[in-house]
């Protein structure tokens, strides 16, 4: 199942929730750690999508409740900013002792200014992402700026937020009060990526530029063009998860025993979690599998009769390449559309029974270059000598056993 339930104690005895998203390699090409925005959860919609895109991608991500937030003990009254930093160095400490320090801290909102001032402090850490993160913590006292009074004068006040009541007390404000990440950033010497919507009506992208100007190269900048502030949208956090497994592969050192472990076999292949999505390993790469959206997929990759058609085409054109190059033909682009559907057989004696009727894969070839006509026709007559086109027309054998 994928995400593991983890839970871990912080320096202060409370015990922590958190999930560990693994991908489908039995070793990860490194791990990161994902901390949440303000008053949210290690199971709010964009963490879980961005966590398991990227699990998907070969990197492990630890996400985690802050003190007195989703699954976590303690009450979120007693908490401040510092001990978001604390609870994440916490977790940092935590995955390196049970898998592997972190690499990589990601960060969503106020979780990315908390991830700014504890990369400085973990050495294993050589790359941040910062998320619609704000360049100055106290930013966020504008979300209850209507209890400020209550606080001033009570040192206290219930304020909602994202229709959630929290009791913040005047430390938690005075305790983002004197947190400058301008002054941290130029301390900090750690690649940095910026993701920010210029639509965002939470956190200005303003904070972007500041928190871009105030960091050492090497810096990124990424817009995320029509996104909210609290990622809302699935496309999103699937943009937001590509982008950063590919940008951390420049500043990242990878896991050189991470190979695609199949356990032996030519093909490994795991659902996990409440939808379709499937991963599909084998020795040397790593797919997806889904359903289309309308069916209870998330449509993040082919479904399976898709992939069983782009077999046989694929393989069609790599035959037809081969012979054209073997005879050296001048043989320019191979196209080959392929359409699945079920008919009655010619012969069928039993037209009026659904279960009489055959899988039938239409394949219609396309070829460019100086080719005359009998080479066409010699062309098309070895494409049904390809090896999964003949594969398909063989009887097959399906043997299907479970695992001890």
């Given amino acids: 199942m994928n995400p593991i339930q983890l839970t871990f104690t912080n320096r202060n005895r409370i015990e922590l929730a958190a999930d560990l998203y693994l991908p489908l390699d039995r070793v990860p090409v490194f791990y990161a750690i994902f901390s949440h925005c303000f008053t949210c959860s290690k199971n709010f919609t964009a963490v879980r999508r961005i966590s398991t895109a990227l699990s998907q991608q ?46 990589l801290l990601i960060g969503h909102s106020l979780g990315g200014a908390a991830v700014i001032y504890a990369a400085g402090k973990l050495e294993s850490v050589t790359a941040l992402v910062t998320i619609a993160a704000p360049s100055f913590p106290a930013h966020v006292k504008k979300l209850f700026v209507e209890s400020l009074d209550e606080i001033n004068e009570k040192g206290f006040a219930t304020a909602s937020i994202g229709e959630r009541p929290f009791r913040i007390t005047q430390e938690f404000g005075d305790d983002l009060e004197q947190k400058s990440l301008e002054i941290q950033m130029k301390k900090l010497r750690k690649s940095l990526l910026v993701m920010h919507s210029p639509q965002d009506e939470i956190v200005d992208i303003e904070n972007a530029a500041q928190l871009y100007h105030a960091a050492f190269h090497p810096k990124s900048f990424i817009s995320l063009d029509g996104a909210d502030h609290m990622i809302t949208d699935r496309k999103d956090s699937e943009y937001i998860a590509e982008v950063v497994a590919s940008w951390s592969s420049r500043y990242i050192a990878k896991d050189e025993s991470a190979i695609n472990d199949t356990d032996g076999n030519q093909v490994y292949v795991r659902l996990s979690g409440s939808g379709f999505t499937t991963e599909i390993k084998t020795p040397n790469h790593h797919f997806i599998a889904d ?27 790599m035959t037809l390449k081969m012979y054209a190059d073997r005879k050296k033909w001048s043989l320019g682009e191979i196209r080959v559309y392929l359409n699945h559907d079920k008919v009655y057989p010619e012969d069928s004696k039993h037209p009026e029974d659904p279960s009489a009727k055959v899988s039938r894969f239409t394949r219609i070839i396309e070829l460019s270059g100086e080719l005359d006509d009998s080479q066409r026709q010699r062309l098309l007559e070895i494409s049904n000598k390809c090896p999964v086109h003949r594969t398909l027309q063989e009887e097959i054998i399906i043997q299907t056993m479970m695992s001890k």
């Fill in 58 to 103: 070969g990197i492990a991500v630890l996400s985690f409740d802050f003190t007195g937030l989703g699954e976590s003990e303690g009450d979120f009254e007693d908490s401040s900013f510092g001990s978001n930093v604390s609870d994440l160095l916490d977790a940092a400490a935590f995955l390196g002792e049970e898998y592997s320090a972190p690499k």
């Fill in 291 to 317: 359903e289309p959206i309308d069916v209870g997929g998330e449509n993040l990759g082919p479904n399976p009769y898709d992939l069983l058609m782009g077999s046989l085409g694929s393989c069609t054109a």
